[in-house]
């Protein structure tokens, strides 16, 4: 029996204040935050919109069951063994440089560690496609029928409209004269404006 490959990554020969830790979830749960929360993974979607949304799903065990195992745990769930996602969780560092450093990384039967890109799986995440939203109609919900028969339509079409020239404006009389305002003073007007209180009694 073979020595696992996983010993030397864990294993570290020298003193060191980092610890690593794998976590290890399945595909269907990345599939579904891209699908019910539209958020993808990272590159797709910012580090920190991603984490804030992942983490709380990833530690709801009987949530991820259902979505690997189906309802009832028969067997109906989306769970694929070939593949799965490895969360990388690096905590420690050296001086004010403590902290805690989140990765994910893919891994397959086939291929071994490799990119979430490459993962079959996910390949529906990384694909954007196409919603296709229909215009509203308006006319659906009401009591009244809006729509023309063709005949309607054309007697429409063969009325007049008012102040229309059809795109000829010499025919409709002489547009050669200057405008002008012609304008009959009223007897009450005071156009006068030497004295404009002249019509206040003090």
Excluded at 10 to 16: A, E, G, H, M, Y
Excluded at 37 to 60: G, M
Aim: aromatic share 6%.
């Amino acid at each position: 029996m073979r020595p696992s490959q996983l010993t030397p990554l864990l294993i570290q020969p020298t003193f060191s204040s980092s610890l690593v830790q794998l976590v290890v979830h399945p595909v269907v749960l990345l599939t579904y935050i891209a699908k019910e929360y539209l958020t993808p993974p990272p590159p797709s979607t910012l580090k920190a919109k991603f984490w804030n949304v992942f983490l709380p799903l990833s530690e709801r065990i009987h949530d991820v069951e259902r979505l690997v195992f189906g309802i009832n745990s028969n067997g109906e769930g989306s769970g694929a063994v070939a593949e799965i996602v490895v969360e990388i969780l690096v905590r420690g560092g050296e001086g004010r440089k403590r902290g805690i450093e989140r990765e994910l990384e893919g891994w397959s039967v086939k291929d071994g560690p490799c990119e979430l890109t490459k993962l079959e799986s996910l390949k529906e995440v990384w694909t954007k496609k196409p919603i296709a939203e229909a215009a509203p109609d308006p006319t659906r919900d009401i009591s009244f029928n809006l729509n023309l028969t063709p005949s309607q339509q054309k007697s429409r079409a063969q009325i007049p409209l008012p102040y229309v020239h059809e795109g000829n404006p010499t025919n409709r009389g002489n547009h050669n004269t200057a405008a002008a305002i012609l304008y009959d003073p009223d007897s009450a007007d005071d156009i006068d404006d030497d004295d404009p209180d002249e019509d206040l009694d003090i």
